[in-house]
């Protein structure tokens, strides 16, 4: 189990605080293995030569294999408050996971690393779910494991949708794949300083930032979707970074906010697209 550092060494330190996030981490691992089973996924692990990603698969079986959507998922749980990194950022609502699981596309969920029960796993260490959670070296993993699984399983087009942080990953990674043919965020904090300055965090150092990237290709078509009442990723944030982009627009939904209502209306919103 990761240390808590700082805090640890503290004769202050909230041990109460310790067996409730021990008891967190136990229940997004039962919430996760709850939905895996009882909707018949497939799970796997792939490992690159840094990290080891969890991955779920719908209904891959595709006559065609035409097009695959790649599902990422939020940040989760980096911090339980300023001085206390969270021994497992697993999210407790895996979000991301629950918008895959009412796509009738074929489709992947792909794990982000050290999350779901793999902190423990070599090179995992706070920096990775904290800072550095959007990283060249984090990045690179998961675009490895994607592309391995690729190898058995391939498409002609890549769908890359992202919830919240899921989507800043999202975007980093389409630039990386010649199939790469849609963007789809929701949520999504695109422009990380802008958003750590917003609500006052520390920089996000060693992270990459995708409003500092050069736009991607026009090829591909990028919906950003935005909750007007979120207050976790201001809606401008948002839309400077979609006015950047090439074949991009923002969709503003009125009464959303960061969590609500993307799950109960994101088979909607699918048949909108």
Known sequence: MVKFYNVLKSNKFPWALVCLLLLQGCASQ????????????????????????LLIATNTESPSHEVLRVY?????????????????PTPQNPLAL???LQDPTPSVYLGRPCYFGLQDSPHCVPSIWTHRRYSKEVIDSMQKALELYLQENSYQQLTFIGYSGGGVIAMLLAQRFSQANRLITVAANLDIDAWSQHHNFSALVGSINPAKQPPLPASIQQIHFAGKQDTNVPLAIIKYVSSRQFNSAVRIMAQYDHICCWEKDWPTLLKEI
């Open 30 to 53: 039962k919430n996760l293995d709850y939905l895996v089973n009882v909707h018949g996924l497939v799970r796997q692990t792939i490992n690159t030569d840094h990290y080891s990603h």
């Open 72 to 88: 990422i998922e939020g940040d989760g749980t980096p911090w339980v408050r300023k001085d206390l990194i969270a021994s497992d």
């Open 98 to 100: 629950k918008l895959m």
